[in-house]
């Protein structure tokens, strides 16, 4: 398939030779076969292409893993009681000045209906490549877009990861309805590259749904 070709091509040489290396060139390339990180991973390629390779000082160099600290569970039960309600704004304050992050139980959300929206991401990308291919774009205003690093073309390290993006301002839909969908596929070179790099989100307040692989770091207290 000569999707394969194009995205194998994509693997770098030796990473100390640099003279004949072009990453406008390289993203063009990797852009044009609409495929995706998840594209080069079904090609098969076993090494990170450079324009996805992070530099030593933006990856992160934790310490082990400790048990000592625990992530602030809100207890949603009762919200519709204004007592309750109360107590539940000042723990979510609390977690949010402490932590800056915290999880949600007894929210209301069908375990079903969590695991089916997981479930349909990876539907999309265990699809046929070429019906994938048929959602990649750069468009902002397109409705529904596949694409692999919204900033691709302009930043200077990529991350390892695709996305699926809805858009309906415009329509009947709540604009916040249907979530950014964010995959990570198999990374060959893990400790060469991010799928998401360190920051801050823009918003007041970010709902994630993970599924059962892990990779999420929180920095707490500037420390931990």
Same mark, same amino acid.
């Given at each position: 398939?000569?999707? #394969?070709?194009?995205?194998?091509?994509?693997? @770098?040489?030796?990473?100390?030779?640099?003279?004949?290396?072009?990453?406008?060139?390289?993203?063009?390339?990797?852009?044009?076969?609409?495929?995706?990180?998840?594209?080069?991973?079904?090609?098969?390629? #076993? *090494?990170? @292409?450079?324009?996805?390779?992070?530099?030593?000082?933006?990856?992160?160099? !934790?310490?082990?893993?400790? #048990?000592?600290?625990?992530?602030?569970?809100?207890?949603?039960?009762?919200?519709?009681?204004?007592?309750?309600?109360?107590?539940?704004?000042?723990?979510?304050?609390?977690?949010?000045? #402490?932590?800056?992050?915290?999880?949600?139980?007894?929210?209301?959300? @069908?375990?079903?209906?969590?695991?089916?929206?997981?479930?349909?991401?990876?539907?999309?990308?265990?699809?046929?490549?070429?019906?994938?291919?048929?959602?990649?774009?750069?468009?902002?205003?397109?409705?529904?877009?596949?694409?692999?690093?919204?900033?691709?073309?302009?930043?200077?390290?990529?991350?390892?990861?695709?996305?699926?993006?809805?858009?309906?301002?415009?329509? @009947?839909?709540?604009?916040?309805?249907?979530?950014?969908?964010?995959?990570?596929?198999?990374?060959?070179?893990?400790?060469?590259?991010?799928?998401?790099? *360190?920051?801050?989100?823009?918003?007041? !307040?970010?709902?994630?749904?993970?599924?059962?692989?892990?990779? !999420?770091?929180?920095?707490?207290? *500037?420390?931990?």
């Amino acid at each position: 398939m000569e999707l #394969t070709s194009s995205v194998r091509k994509l693997a @770098p040489g030796d990473p100390g030779v640099e003279l004949d290396y072009d990453r406008d060139k390289e993203v063009k390339e990797f852009d044009e076969t609409k495929a995706g990180i998840n594209g080069l991973v079904d090609s098969g390629v #076993t *090494k990170v @292409p450079r324009f996805l390779i992070h530099p030593p000082e933006s990856l992160p160099m !934790l310490p082990p893993a400790t #048990t000592q600290f625990e992530v602030p569970v809100i207890d949603l039960q009762g919200f519709e009681q204004s007592c309750r309600r109360k107590e539940i704004v000042d723990e979510i304050c609390k977690a949010s000045e #402490t932590w800056g992050f915290f999880q949600m139980i007894n929210h209301g959300v @069908p375990v079903s209906v969590l695991d089916k929206m997981l479930e349909a991401v990876r539907q999309f990308h265990d699809q046929p490549k070429k019906e994938e291919m048929e959602w990649y774009s750069r468009d902002f205003m397109q409705k529904v877009k596949y694409y692999s690093n919204m900033d691709l073309l302009v930043s200077k390290q990529a991350s390892w990861r695709d996305s699926i993006a809805f858009n309906f301002e415009d329509g @009947p839909l709540n604009p916040e309805a249907l979530p950014l969908v964010i995959y990570y596929p198999l990374c060959p070179e893990p400790e060469l590259t991010l799928g998401t790099a *360190k920051h801050v989100d823009p918003s007041s !307040l970010t709902l994630l749904l993970q599924d059962n692989i892990g990779g !999420l770091q929180v920095l707490q207290c *500037k420390e931990h």
